[in-house]
């Protein structure tokens, strides 16, 4: 307990108040508040996924050697090491604080234009000149830039192109429904059905897929809200515009209360390699007898999408 209050204050999120090692008002309340500053479930309580941001937030670039392994190392660091080569103009991809293989590419990249060694390592040698160089380099990564552009270059139909469409359970035959609806698109389908956020963006970055939906449904809800990724100080510009044409369209259908967009950094949304959403429904009563409509609704919305899949 001691640990996760140090962890908390650390991160900028001081408990003060409680005593060391009990977890009463205040810990909840800034365990809230590091949950909402980081895109994770709000619920004041320390589980899995807010421990290991907690120990991701610990992390500063320069606390260890950073390079490519599997599992791949993740943190604050690597968040500042890709933000800092895509300042530069190297595409270290999303600014996602996972250190995969674009971000090993554009390390071994910039190494080689600043004349250093090339072996994918981030260490003193490459801090210092990073440092260096990027004193003049622009205030923003490229990388929503990059991602923007990709889409607009990119087809603007379904046809040919691979949509993953993911339930994490009791969802199956809304799934297969939405499948269906998109079987006169041209789109191929790839059906995840597992419980774990993950393992469904494994999947679906092994499926080569174009565009990521998932669909859930919550017990307590009462409506509709879709999370798309943000994270690191930036989000990204398609998954912002599925997450709003969602909103738009699933509520409508359902007859249900709109639940609004958020950035997050589930592991689903951070993890996968193309616009990705999850979209939370309820009540379930609801989805079930308007499965039909709610699976017109999400088609016509990737259409949508396809034809413009980013904000001007």
């Known amino acids: 307990m001691r640990d996760l209050q140090r962890r908390l204050a650390s991160a900028g999120f001081d408990p003060a108040g409680d005593a060391g090692g009990r977890f009463d008002d205040q810990t909840e309340t800034a365990c809230r508040a590091f949950q909402a500053a980081r895109g994770l479930?709000?619920?004041?309580?320390?589980?899995?996924?807010?421990?290991?941001?907690?120990?991701?937030?610990?992390?500063?670039?320069?606390?260890?050697?950073?390079?490519?392994?599997?599992?791949?190392?993740?943190?604050?660091?690597?968040?500042?090491?890709?933000r800092r080569l895509s300042t530069l103009g190297f595409d270290a991809g999303r600014v996602d604080g996972i250190l995969g293989e674009r971000t090993e590419h554009a390390l071994a990249d910039f190494q080689r234009n600043a004349g250093l060694t090339v072996d994918g390592i981030c260490g003193p040698t490459t801090i210092q000149t990073l440092d260096r160089m990027g004193r003049q380099a622009p205030p923003q990564?490229?990388?929503?830039?990059?991602?923007?552009?990709?889409?607009r270059s990119g087809p603007r139909t379904l046809d040919g192109r691979t949509v993953a469409v993911a339930e994490s359970g009791g969802l199956a035959a809304l799934v297969r429904e939405i499948?269906?609806?998109?079987?006169?698109?041209?789109?191929?389908?790839?059906?995840?059905?597992?419980?774990?956020?993950?393992?469904?963006?494994?999947?679906?970055?092994?499926?080569?897929?174009?565009?990521?939906?998932?669909?859930?449904?919550?017990?307590?809800?009462?409506?509709?809200?879709?999370a798309y990724f943000s994270g690191h100080g930036g989000a990204s510009p398609g998954g912002l515009r599925l997450a709003e044409l969602l909103q738009a369209a699933v509520p409508n259908a359902l007859d249900v209360k709109d639940g609004g967009s958020r950035g997050m950094t589930l592991p689903v949304l951070r993890e996968t390699r193309m616009p990705a959403v999850w979209c939370?429904?309820?009540?379930?009563?609801?989805?079930?007898?308007?499965?039909?409509?709610?699976?017109?609704?999400?088609?016509?919305?990737l259409v949508q999408w396809a034809a413009a899949p980013c904000a001007d």
């Open 41 to 82: 479930r709000v619920d004041g309580v320390c589980g899995q996924q807010t421990w290991a941001a907690l120990v991701e937030a610990g992390y500063r670039l320069g606390d260890r050697l950073l390079y490519r392994r599997y599992p791949p190392l993740r943190g604050d660091d690597v968040a500042d090491l890709q």
């Open 141 to 151: 990564p490229v990388a929503p830039v990059r991602e923007r552009e990709e889409l």
């Open 179 to 226: 499948e269906r609806a998109l079987a006169t698109t041209g789109a191929m389908v790839v059906v995840l059905h597992h419980p774990e956020g993950s393992s469904q963006a494994a999947a679906a970055n092994a499926a080569g897929a174009d565009v990521f939906v998932g669909v859930a449904v919550e017990p307590d809800a009462e409506g509709c809200s879709t």
């Open 280 to 301: 939370e429904l309820g009540p379930p009563s609801v989805v079930v007898q308007r499965g039909a409509e709610l699976a017109a609704a999400v088609a016509g919305v």
